[in-house]
Structures are given as C-alpha cells and as structure tokens.
Nanobody, 123 residues
C-alpha cells in the first residue's frame, strides 16, 4: 500500500523559510515521479514542483522558481521541498504525490496523495 506522509509545515513570516518532507512507503521510490502541489482556500490544486525518479530532473511552477528547491533521498524514500523567500501568496495546504510516469508533472497524472501539511505565511 502506498503511503505518503508530509511534515514540516507551519507559520512563518514573509521572507522566511520552511522545509517540507514527504516520507514515502509501499513502492520503489526511484521508479516513480514525485510531486509537490498546493491548494489555497477557494482555489484549485496546483503543481509546485516535480522530480523524476529516473534521472532526478526537476520542474517548477513559475511562481516558485528561484525560491523553492525540490530534492530527494532515495535511500530514505523521502522527498523534500526547501522553500525560501516565502510570500503570503504561498499560503496553502501542501501535498506530495506520486505518479508512475517518471516525468509526470500535472495534477491529473498523480494517483497517490499524502494528507497535506499547512503552510501559512504572514505579511
């Protein structure tokens, strides 16, 4: 059974940093793509970043490029999202998810999701 557990969310002031973690189990980590997504109140879920289990290549939403960095520790089946220079508009529930296409990076591609972790950025 695939399980994804996010952690690391919290309340931070604008300009601050947070590091999210997603611990994965129940599948071979490097056979999949992993993605970070977020959903703000009243808005649709959107992609933040994806990392390929094949070659570690990464993709980022334009809104987070240069501020967020995705990485993975395949030995520990964990993917991270380092978030720097946070803005109030980054406030959302952040989810990690997995897809069986190495290079997937659309919400519809991802079939297994964690429960989410709240990130709140105050101005």
């Amino acid at each position: 059974e695939v399980q994804l557990v996010e952690s690391g969310g919290g309340l931070v002031q604008a300009g601050g940093s947070l590091r999210l973690s997603c611990a994965a189990s129940g599948f071979t980590f490097d056979d999949y793509a992993m993605g970070w997504f977020r959903q703000a109140p009243g808005k649709e879920r959107e992609v933040v970043s994806c990392i390929s289990g094949d070659d570690g290549s990464t993709l980022y939403a334009d809104s987070v490029k240069g501020r967020f960095t995705v990485s993975s520790d395949n030995a520990k089946n964990t993917v991270f999202l380092q978030m720097n220079s946070l803005k109030p508009e980054d406030t959302a529930i952040y989810y990690c998810a997995t897809a069986d296409d190495y290079y997937a990076c659309f919400v519809a591609d991802f079939g297994s999701w964690g429960q989410g972790t709240q990130v709140t950025v105050s101005s």
